[in-house]
């Protein structure tokens, strides 16, 4: 009888050790949320490779920003040609040098849950940006562009570019591309995408001519362009010797640019062709008449929120969201923060960039 109820009491005691455990980590980060940290404090931004313009810019922008609000900035990128591990490492110095507050462009979503779990632990306050970080409890806010707005603006770009264009036809013949299956957002942007091209598929307003339509067939490892110039290439030769591309989805403008060039070598006249992020090149592209469209996604204003959402922890204050419960990252409905994104064009990229340094002299002439 003893030694039933000692062995209860044991499991019991284990079981209470368990989850005082599993509480303190997660109080941990509560805490500095709850009672601020003081305003010269580390605050970590682990961001991907640079391969995309917007990540590229996001950097100094945090730098700047960060230090002008008085914090001290740790900002790194896992380089293009190496692994996840690299980021999982610098997230982990972060940890080390005392950081109350990690910001993370995730170049695998997937891959980091251990060093979000060991900055909760720390009482770090973790932040995804742009892209989700997935299947962990250890995300604590998100803060990026309507996403999945950002595929349905594609979409409908696509269509209305193609009417436009060809205001004869009945029917349209596309290719579909989509981001690197290892970054969350490929996903959105082509669920976004497909919820408005696939009723046009399904009545047969449209025709994928390659029949590659699931998004694992479409995808473009590491968003990179040689990848999209070489699918492209193989599309062409495989399927259009003699019949007319009229249109292209393109998760971006890098890809965008890969694919038009494809198009540019086989001697073929420009489909329409979507992008997104506003890459200079892209912009001037759009202004000539080559690329149809992209999407405004301002990274001043994405970095801008992120800064503030640090500030408001600082200062022990409530984060501001404004959609605390869509975001389900397969853990965690996890609090977000919002913008939102703008379909530009040639007709309205002056009205689009207005105030823009880089991009509105782009869209003069």
């Not at 695998?108 to 932040?127: K, N, R, Y």
């Not at 490929?186 to 995408?193: C, L, P, Q, W, Y």
């Amino acid at each position: 009888m003893l030694k039933t109820v000692l062995a209860a009491l044991t499991v019991g005691t284990v079981t209470a050790l368990a989850l005082t455990g599993c509480t303190s980590r997660s109080e941990a980060a509560a805490s500095a949320a709850a009672t601020g940290f003081p305003a010269h404090a580390v605050v970590g931004v682990a961001l991907p490779d640079k391969t995309s313009e917007n990540f590229a810019i996001a950097g100094k922008l945090f730098t700047d920003g960060l230090r002008r609000a008085g914090f001290t900035p740790d900002v790194q990128y896992a380089p293009a040609t190496n692994t996840v591990a690299e980021q999982q490492n610098q997230i982990e110095s972060m940890i080390t040098n005392g950081a109350k507050v990690i910001i993370i462009g995730a170049k695998d979503g997937s891959q980091l849950s251990t060093q979000v779990a060991d900055a909760t632990a720390a009482g770090a306050v973790v932040i995804a940006y742009d892209r989700l970080i997935l299947n962990t409890p250890n995300v604590d806010y998100y803060v990026a562009y309507d996403n999945e707005r950002v595929g349905e603006l594609q979409g409908q770009a696509l269509l209305d570019g193609m009417k436009a264009k060809y205001p004869n036809n009945t029917s349209y013949n596309i290719e579909l591309f989509a981001g690197s299956p290892d970054d969350n957002n490929a996903g959105v942007f082509f669920r976004g995408a497909m919820k408005v091209l696939q009723p046009k598929i399904d009545d047969g307003t449209l025709r994928v001519v390659s029949g590659q339509t699931d998004f694992k067939q479409v995808t473009t490892q590491g968003w990179l362009a040689q990848n999209a110039q070489s699918r492209m290439d193989t599309l062409l030769a495989g399927f259009y010797a003699t019949t007319e591309l009229d249109g292209v989805l393109s998760p971006n403008d890098t890809l965008a640019r890969a694919i038009l060039q494809s198009i540019s070598t086989a001697g073929k006249p420009y489909p329409i062709v979507t992008g997104q992020d506003s890459e200079a090149d892209s912009v001037k592209s759009i202004m000539a008449g080559i690329q149809y469209s992209t999407i405004n996604k301002d990274t001043r204003k994405l970095v801008a929120e992120a800064i503030k959402m640090v500030g408001e922890l600082q200062r022990g204050e409530k984060v501001d969201v404004n959609d605390p419960g869509s975001y389900d990252n397969g853990a965690k409905t996890v609090p977000t923060f919002l913008l939102p994104p703008q379909l530009v064009t040639r007709a309205n990229a002056a009205q689009s960039y207005r105030g823009d340094p880089a991009l509105e002299p782009l869209t003069r002439g």
